[in-house]
């Protein structure tokens, strides 16, 4: 599981869960808060496994040019580079790591995807060095200097579009199942996880107490 806080000033909040066979990983997660519009339309957040860093979300030192924003080069260091674009369709390859066709998009939204990894993001998976980034900023909440700025990927949009929104490093887990919710194995899903935070709060009290956690889903005669 991932818990993603947040970037930058941003003021969003999220929890992934993968679930790794072999090379297959299903995907679930929600995320709230984050920008909801770009350009009068639904803002776009291409996101990622990033693997080959230190496993770990850049702090503020990160900021090498000052203009209070950690760009996503400058966070490089600590959370590696593109190993998986988690878009909603088609590619999942580093190459389509700024396609924001393919990226969630809205304040709050619920992705939920079966996708096959390749071997580098499995490694790193595997030795606790991978870290799920939520990219997109809010312009409004940046310095003047860094509303001015370029994206350092994508140098036609404003940095704010490609930057660090949400952060957090992939652990293992405990839960013994992936939360309920529909699971696409094509594009990215519509129906919620139900009762999520329940499921998030199992998991940290299970992980505090050492213990383990099971889940099972109700019967029509318990709701």
Known sequence: MATLKPLNHASGSGM???QLTGSKAVITEDVKGLAGTFMKAPFPHVQHIHI???GRCPDASADKNGDGVVS???GGPA???IGTTLGLTGDT???????IKIAPSGADFHYSRTITLDAATQASIKAGKAVIVVHGL???TLSAKAQAEPSDLVPSLPLAATSPALCGPLAASQMAMVPGGGVNTGGGGTSGIQDSWLFAAGAGLTAAAGGTLVLRRRTSAEK
């Open 16 to 18: 992934l869960m993968l």
């Open 52 to 54: 080959n860093g230190m």
């Open 72 to 74: 996503t080069t400058e």
């Open 79 to 81: 959370y590696g580079a």
């Open 93 to 99: 390859s580093p190459a389509a790591g700024t396609n």
């Open 138 to 140: 809010d312009p409004t």
